[in-house]
């Protein structure tokens, strides 16, 4: 129950997160040219809430996070990983018994009485 609630409290951190963002004046490039003029009127501490707001809900999902590692059930998790073991045990002896052949193509080498050709002179 508690790692459920953990999710969407999450889910609810993560899309308050997405919105604050895009709503944020950009602070380089073009834009922060004509910034001074943003200031007047109390913009200044929107963009200053916005911005604790942005770290506050960081912080949030973080350790809403952590909450919800340490609520999982202990059970669920040891079978899916027993099951987990099982799936990559059988796929590496798979590829060890179908496939004995090496992954990266040889290459073929000269026998040692023949000569390589020689290489061509640029042209003039």
Same mark, same amino acid.
């Given at each position: 129950? =508690?790692?459920?609630l953990?999710i @969407? !409290? @999450?889910?609810v951190a993560? @899309?308050l997160? @997405?919105?604050? *963002? =895009?709503?944020?004046n950009?602070?380089?490039?073009?834009a #922060?040219?004509?910034? #001074?003029s943003?200031?007047?009127m109390?913009? /200044?501490?929107?963009?200053d809430?916005?911005e604790k707001?942005?770290?506050?809900m960081?912080? *949030?999902i973080v350790v809403l996070? =952590? !909450?919800a590692t340490l609520a999982?059930d /202990?059970g669920?998790?040891? /079978?899916?990983?027993?099951e987990?073991?099982k799936?990559a045990?059988a796929?590496m002896e798979?590829?060890?018994?179908?496939?004995? $052949?090496? $992954?990266?193509p040889?290459a073929?080498l000269?026998?040692s009485?023949?000569?390589? #050709?020689p290489?061509a $002179?640029? #042209?003039?």
């Amino acid at each position: 129950m =508690l790692y459920t609630l953990c999710i @969407i !409290l @999450i889910l609810v951190a993560s @899309i308050l997160i @997405i919105l604050a *963002v =895009l709503v944020q004046n950009p602070k380089s490039g073009m834009a #922060a040219n004509f910034g #001074a003029s943003n200031q007047v009127m109390g913009v /200044r501490q929107t963009s200053d809430f916005l911005e604790k707001f942005t770290w506050t809900m960081a912080v *949030v999902i973080v350790v809403l996070s =952590l !909450l919800a590692t340490l609520a999982m059930d /202990r059970g669920l998790v040891a /079978r899916s990983n027993v099951e987990l073991e099982k799936d990559a045990n059988a796929l590496m002896e798979k590829m060890i018994v179908e496939d004995p $052949a090496p $992954a990266v193509p040889q290459a073929e080498l000269p026998a040692s009485d023949q000569q390589p #050709a020689p290489a061509a $002179a640029p #042209a003039e």
